[in-house]
């Protein structure tokens, strides 16, 4: 799982391994170092309708609506996007890149740009 942040703005990329996990347990997380502190962001699943977010003690959770789960796992949706106040919100599958890149995409989801075109 990939976060990006930029402005107001708050990204989540997942792999198939990721979804997958996300659809069974209903919670993911991701924790990087910084020296003597850690930042964690995480996806958690929850009964309401709409995406919303928490920050608390160095941890962003993303909170996902049940039903946009289930939809993600079983159909090829890409993702979904709200709005938490003035805070935009996106998550989506985490596609192949177009460019040449040193990072692993083997567990990425085809690059639909690309289906049909790879040999």
């Given at each position: 799982?990939?976060?990006?942040?930029?402005?107001?703005?708050?990204?989540?990329?997942?792999?198939?391994?990721?979804?997958?996990?996300?659809?069974?347990?209903?919670?993911?997380?991701?924790?990087?170092?910084?020296?003597?502190?850690?930042?964690?962001?995480?996806?958690?699943?929850y009964?309401?309708?709409?995406?919303?977010?928490?920050?608390?003690?160095?941890?962003?959770?993303?909170?996902?609506?049940?039903?946009?789960?289930?939809?993600?796992?079983?159909?090829?949706?890409?993702?979904?996007?709200?709005?938490?106040?003035?805070?935009?919100?996106?998550?989506?599958?985490d596609?192949?890149?177009?460019?040449?890149?040193?990072?692993?995409?083997?567990?990425?989801?085809?690059?639909?740009?690309?289906?049909?075109?790879e040999?």
């Open positions: 799982m990939k976060i990006r942040i930029k402005g107001n703005s708050i990204r989540y990329r997942l792999t198939k391994t990721d979804i997958e996990q996300f659809s069974k347990e209903g919670y993911l997380e991701e924790i990087t170092s910084f020296g003597n502190s850690t930042f964690i962001y995480a996806l958690q699943q009964n309401q309708d709409a995406l919303s977010t928490s920050l608390q003690n160095n941890k962003i959770t993303l909170f996902v609506a049940e039903q946009m789960t289930r939809e993600w796992t079983l159909t090829d949706r890409v993702g979904f996007e709200g709005t938490d106040g003035s805070l935009y919100l996106l998550i989506e599958k596609f192949k890149c177009l460019d040449v890149t040193i990072e692993d995409q083997s567990d990425h989801y085809p690059n639909p740009i690309l289906v049909g075109k040999h």
